[in-house]
């Protein structure tokens, strides 16, 4: 019996002359009560390639909350100086930014966390290992508590970073940077 979970149906890309490209993906959702015959829903997910703060790929209208979990997978190019994971409200503020730096902005193998809120950076977190390495699949876990992200990385090595905006639920996850994602499932 299907319980619940996601299939991605269609593909497509939409090109407008004065919006930056946008990418919809619609995805069929299960419904089923009991041993009666399964129905399918449809429900257009929006992707916007292109923003203000997020750049790169961007999924809104997404609901990662509190007690959540949010599991990234994806390979840095191998040429890569840096990537970035983005959380926040809307695409202009980020509430958590994941920024693994193999040689970029001064750093070298170092993740970076920040936020980003009015307008401004605040101030840089600097927590955990560096388990990443160009043209190799890494894997991040976010478990999204009242107060604070614990981030999980490829390694087992933790980052704890505050929920500094302090709200519940954030609706816009970004990926920036080389690193090609290849899935994130939020549970």
């Known amino acids: 019996m299907?319980?619940?979970?996601?299939?991605?149906l269609a593909v497509w890309l939409v090109?407008?002359?004065e919006e930056p490209p946008t990418l919809y993906i619609s995805r069929l959702a299960a419904v089923s009560q009991g041993p009666a015959p399964l129905s399918l829903l449809l429900h257009p997910t929006r992707v916007t390639t292109s923003a203000k703060m997020m750049n790169g790929m961007i999924v809104k209208n997404m609901s990662f909350k509190v007690g959540q979990t949010l599991t990234i997978v994806g390979?840095?190019?191998?040429?890569?100086t840096?990537?970035?994971i983005n959380i926040g409200p809307d695409e202009t503020e980020i509430t958590m930014h994941i920024n693994p730096r193999f040689n970029a902005?001064?750093?070298?193998?170092a993740v970076v966390c920040n936020s980003y809120q009015k307008g401004?950076?605040?101030?840089?977190h600097r927590e955990g290992g560096f388990p990443f390495h160009q043209g190799e699949e890494f894997k991040v876990?976010?478990?999204?508590?009242?107060?604070?992200?614990?981030?999980?990385?490829?390694d087992g090595s933790k980052i704890h970073f505050p929920n500094r905006m302090g709200a519940a639920k954030y609706s816009c996850i970004g990926f920036d940077g080389e690193v090609r994602v290849t899935s994130f499932e939020i549970k």
């Open 15 to 17: 090109a407008q002359a």
């Open 82 to 84: 840096n990537f970035a």
């Open 2 to 8: 299907f319980s619940g979970g996601l299939i991605l």
């Open 120 to 124: 401004s950076w605040c101030e840089e």
């Open 141 to 154: 876990v976010i478990e999204f508590a009242p107060t604070e992200f614990q981030v999980t990385l490829s």
């Open 75 to 80: 390979v840095p190019k191998p040429d890569a």
């Open 105 to 109: 902005h001064g750093d070298e193998n």
